[in-house]
């Protein structure tokens, strides 16, 4: 694929595809002069700039966006999960083979990877233009919502200390949290490039 087009489908997920278009445009008459990592950062500062607005923009209305997609998350991670109840309960009652054991946490990573998909989905949905702007306020939301419980809970025990990193990093898989970021953000763009697709149709 020739960088304009790639250039083109990263704007696109920031600004409409006539204004990617337009930009990518003026990048390359430039691009001969400037040279090709002039380009490419030029792509990046314009991507930065519109997730910037995007998340300055009514911070109110996109948090509380976030904490209503938390829910939906939840929701969605429960009724995935099901199954894997009923499995666990079946292996637990002797119904299954013991080996039947090494699936549970597959199963449980895919069961999370699909809630978050379908999330990111849903708020897409609910912040046009806005997608990945939205994604980065849920993963903000999730980790306040981390630390302020982690706050909680070691002010509960009596055992609450001023050192908030460790509350919030240690509340948190970064492994599983980065996996599911993904999911979420690509849910996100799939809505948004099918938006696109029938703006420019």
Known sequence: MHKAEVAEWVLSLVVSQERAAAIVGDLMESDESSGRVSFWCQIAR???????????????????????GMLVEFGLTFLYFVPLMILQYALFRGLLPERAVSIIRPLSWLASLAAE??????????????????????AFAWILATGVGGI???????QW?????SIVV????????????????????LVRRKSLRVIAG
């Open 161 to 165: 200390r001023f050192d908030t990193v």
């Open 46 to 68: 314009t991507v930065v700039s519109m997730l910037w607005n995007g998340i300055a923009g009514n911070p109110r209305w996109m948090l509380g966006l976030a904490f209503r």
């Open 152 to 158: 909680v809970y070691e002010a509960y025990k009596g």
């Open 170 to 189: 240690g509340g948190i898989d970064p492994l599983m949290y980065l996996a599911d970021l993904t999911a979420l953000t690509a849910g996100a763009i």
């Open 117 to 138: 998909f379908q999330a990111g989905r849903w708020l897409a949905r609910r912040a046009p233009g806005r997608e990945l702007a939205a994604c980065l306020w849920i």
